[in-house]
């Protein structure tokens, strides 16, 4: 059984951005080499295309409607339970290197007098993790202040090396210098400049570092499980070089999108792809100059996993560790005329899932049964000779694959977006609770329904795999719609609240504490029970 889990994330990574996986200009040797080592799983949904949303998934091994978190900056709930706190039962320490998008529940945590001060209150401000480096690495400033108020011990490790100004984590990692003037990375335009700073000073090999002294430190000789959480391939999309021009316009994967697409659009479709985020990325300039620097962060990435790979070799962990690599949800780059990661296609909602195992000898297998990142929980407990609470945990355990097995599996796979902190809400012109999106995904089908009195969507994969033709108003797809509607309504019915009281513990054998009910004389009671009632009746005490 492995001693200690390598948990490796990577932001905004596509499914179909590892070579092993397809891309045919894009080579990634070392995440090819952890594939072949292990078990690359090719239908990985999270469960929601947002950062803090499928981060909290994660962690909590929950659906967001379950835990909450449902977009950036809402807070966990104080009485969620994380892997961390799973595993920390079962004597194994939890370890953040990076990012994860948690904000913290302040009124909840002062409702309960709790100070994160204390190690308890830390735990609870830091998503279950005990803090070896966090870094959520988007240290932007605005007229209203900046967008992350944690500090960032990047930026204190650039001002340290020296490079110049209040926030070098712009002005150097992600900006260029043309003609001696900042050209940040927040306009695209910029994308195919170089970073103005050392590729070995970028975020990229700063973690991997920060990472490797973890691994050789003394806490590392403890059972543990460390969540080694990169930013990048993360947007501002720029690179240092040598990778900003590693890959020209020809290296480009041709657009997947159709003209017929913007024809009688989903009022919803028409509401993403018409927001300043599909209208830059349906150009094709924006394309071009994007796309090359998104994939020299993957292959900067893909170099680093290499230069870690390396280091737990010449160390020996290879033996005793598990090693995770994923990412926490896609990015469009233009694909069916959208950016980011605003819908539940395939470039968004899926991705890469490579799981090593050093005891497995199902090698360089690929399962194309429906993963959640839900089912990592459950993994890393059973993993570490644990049992999953189930009535916590709502994925399932991986570990059956991980052992050459064919398990029974689920049929259809989960996400979710609440949109109602964004742009959009307005546009759409509906209520704060109406503004939410979930997928069904089964083997065939990709269904998404929107609350509000929208017509729904449904992409038939076995016959359009793109998921170019919207089959959601179709009358020759009723049938399909409604199956789809009766999956989310049995889902919805999940006891995701009861969290308290295991299903053992419901089934087991009340104590007989005395309390009888129904009874109308002594025939209808064993005398077990009636014995503490029977006997002389008391003469009650004088007034």
Same mark, same amino acid.
């Given at each position: 059984?492995?001693?200690?889990?390598?948990?490796?994330?990577?932001?905004?990574?596509?499914?179909?951005?590892?070579?092993?996986?397809?891309?045919?200009?894009?080579?990634?040797?070392?995440?090819?080499?952890?594939?072949?080592?292990?078990?690359? *799983?090719?239908?990985?949904?999270?469960?929601?295309?947002?950062?803090?949303?499928?981060?909290?998934?994660?962690?909590?091994?929950?659906?967001?409607?379950?835990?909450?978190?449902?977009?950036?900056?809402?807070?966990?709930?104080?009485?969620?339970?994380?892997?961390?706190?799973?595993?920390?039962?079962?004597?194994?320490?939890?370890?953040?290197? %990076?990012?994860?998008?948690?904000?913290?529940?302040?009124?909840?945590?002062?409702?309960?007098?709790?100070?994160?001060?204390?190690?308890?209150?830390?735990?609870?401000?830091?998503?279950?993790?005990?803090?070896?480096?966090?870094?959520?690495?988007?240290?932007?400033?605005?007229?209203?202040?900046?967008?992350?108020?944690?500090?960032? @011990?990047?930026?204190?490790?650039?001002?340290?090396?020296?490079?110049?100004?209040?926030?070098?984590?712009?002005?150097?990692?992600?900006?260029?210098?043309?003609?001696?003037?900042?050209?940040?990375?927040?306009?695209?335009?910029?994308?195919?400049?170089?970073?103005?700073?050392?590729?070995?000073?970028?975020?990229?090999?700063?973690?991997?570092?920060?990472?490797?002294?973890?691994?050789?430190?003394? +806490?590392?000789?403890?059972?543990?499980?460390?969540?080694?959480?990169?930013?990048?391939?993360?947007?501002?999309?720029?690179?240092?070089?040598?990778?900003?021009?590693?890959?020209?316009?020809?290296?480009?994967?041709?657009?997947?999108?159709?003209?017929?697409?913007?024809?009688?659009?989903?009022?919803?479709?028409?509401?993403?792809?018409?927001?300043?985020?599909?209208? +830059?990325?349906?150009?094709?300039?924006?394309?071009?100059?994007?796309?090359?620097?998104?994939?020299?962060?993957?292959?900067?990435?893909?170099?680093?996993?290499?230069?870690?790979?390396?280091?737990?070799?010449?160390?020996?962990?290879?033996?005793?560790?598990?090693?995770?690599?994923?990412?926490?949800?896609?990015?469009?780059?233009?694909?069916?005329?959208?950016?980011?990661?605003?819908?539940?296609?395939? @470039?968004?909602?899926?991705?890469?899932?490579?799981?090593?195992? @050093?005891?497995?000898?199902?090698?360089?297998?690929?399962?194309?049964?429906?993963?959640?990142?839900?089912?990592?929980?459950?993994?890393?407990?059973?993993?570490?000779? %644990?049992?999953?609470? +189930?009535?916590?945990?709502?994925?399932?355990?991986?570990?059956?694959?991980?052992?050459?097995?064919?398990?029974?599996?689920?049929?259809?796979?989960?996400?979710?977006?609440?949109?109602?902190?964004?742009?959009?809400?307005?546009?759409?012109?509906?209520?704060?609770?109406?503004?939410?999106? *979930?997928?069904?995904?089964?083997?065939?089908?990709?269904?998404?329904?929107?609350?509000?009195?929208?017509?729904?969507?449904? *992409?038939?994969?076995?016959?359009?795999?793109?998921?170019?033709?919207?089959?959601?108003?179709?009358?020759?797809?009723?049938?399909?719609?409604?199956?789809?509607?009766?999956?989310?309504?049995?889902?919805?019915?999940?006891?995701?609240?009861?969290?308290?009281?295991?299903?053992?513990?419901?089934?087991?054998?009340?104590?007989?504490?005395?309390?009888?009910?129904?009874?109308?004389?002594?025939?209808?009671?064993?005398?077990?029970?009636?014995?503490?009632?029977?006997?002389?009746?008391?003469?009650?005490?004088?007034?």
């Amino acid at each position: 059984m492995p001693r200690n889990i390598l948990f490796i994330m990577y932001d905004q990574l596509r499914h179909d951005y590892l070579s092993c996986a397809g891309h045919k200009t894009l080579h990634t040797p070392h995440m090819d080499r952890l594939a072949a080592m292990g078990t690359r *799983f090719s239908n990985a949904y999270v469960q929601s295309p947002v950062c803090g949303a499928s981060r909290m998934s994660f962690y909590t091994g929950r659906y967001v409607s379950s835990h909450g978190a449902a977009w950036n900056g809402f807070p966990l709930k104080v009485g969620e339970i994380t892997m961390g706190d799973h595993l920390r039962e079962l004597g194994v320490n939890s370890w953040l290197i %990076g990012k994860t998008h948690m904000r913290v529940d302040h009124k909840g945590m002062e409702r309960l007098g709790i100070s994160r001060d204390g190690i308890i209150g830390a735990r609870l401000a830091q998503c279950g993790f005990d803090i070896w480096e966090r870094e959520d690495g988007l240290n932007a400033d605005g007229p209203d202040g900046r967008y992350d108020p944690e500090p960032s @011990p990047y930026n204190d490790y650039l001002k340290a090396k020296g490079y110049a100004g209040e926030n070098p984590w712009h002005d150097h990692a992600n900006a260029a210098n043309i003609d001696g003037k900042i050209a940040s990375g927040w306009l695209m335009q910029h994308a195919g400049h170089p970073a103005n700073i050392k590729e070995e000073d970028s975020e990229t090999p700063w973690l991997t570092s920060r990472a490797i002294d973890f691994l050789d430190s003394p +806490a590392a000789e403890k059972p543990w499980m460390a969540h080694l959480s990169f930013i990048k391939p993360h947007w501002p999309y720029i690179v240092p070089a040598p990778y900003h021009n590693m890959f020209g316009h020809n290296a480009i994967q041709p657009v997947n999108r159709d003209p017929s697409e913007l024809d009688g659009m989903n009022p919803v479709f028409a509401a993403f792809h018409n927001n300043p985020i599909g209208q +830059a990325f349906s150009r094709d300039e924006v394309r071009a100059s994007v796309i090359p620097a998104y994939m020299g962060l993957i292959k900067q990435c893909d170099d680093q996993l290499g230069r870690l790979l390396d280091h737990l070799e010449a160390s020996g962990r290879m033996e005793d560790t598990m090693i995770v690599l994923t990412s926490d949800h896609g990015d469009y780059l233009g694909d069916h005329w959208l950016g980011e990661k605003d819908l539940f296609h395939a @470039p968004s909602v899926k991705v890469p899932l490579i799981i090593y195992d @050093p005891e497995s000898r199902a090698k360089g297998q690929v399962i194309d049964d429906l993963v959640e990142a839900i089912d990592l929980a459950p993994t890393f407990i059973e993993t570490m000779g %644990g049992e999953a609470p +189930a009535h916590i945990l709502e994925g399932r355990s991986l570990m059956p694959f991980l052992r050459g097995e064919a398990p029974e599996w689920r049929e259809y796979a989960i996400s979710e977006y609440d949109y109602s902190a964004t742009g959009i809400r307005k546009a759409l012109e509906v209520s704060t609770i109406d503004a939410r999106l *979930f997928m069904v995904a089964d083997q065939r089908y990709t269904f998404m329904h929107a609350e509000g009195g929208f017509p729904p969507m449904l *992409f038939d994969r076995e016959r359009d795999p793109q998921e170019l033709v919207d089959l959601g108003r179709s009358p020759n797809h009723a049938g399909i719609v409604e199956k789809m509607y009766a999956r989310l309504h049995q889902w919805s019915l999940r006891p995701s609240q009861r969290t308290t009281r295991s299903e053992a513990e419901i089934l087991a054998k009340g104590k007989d504490t005395g309390v009888i009910i129904g009874a109308f004389d002594e025939s209808d009671v064993s005398d077990a029970d009636m014995a503490s009632y029977r006997g002389k009746a008391k003469t009650p005490p004088s007034p």
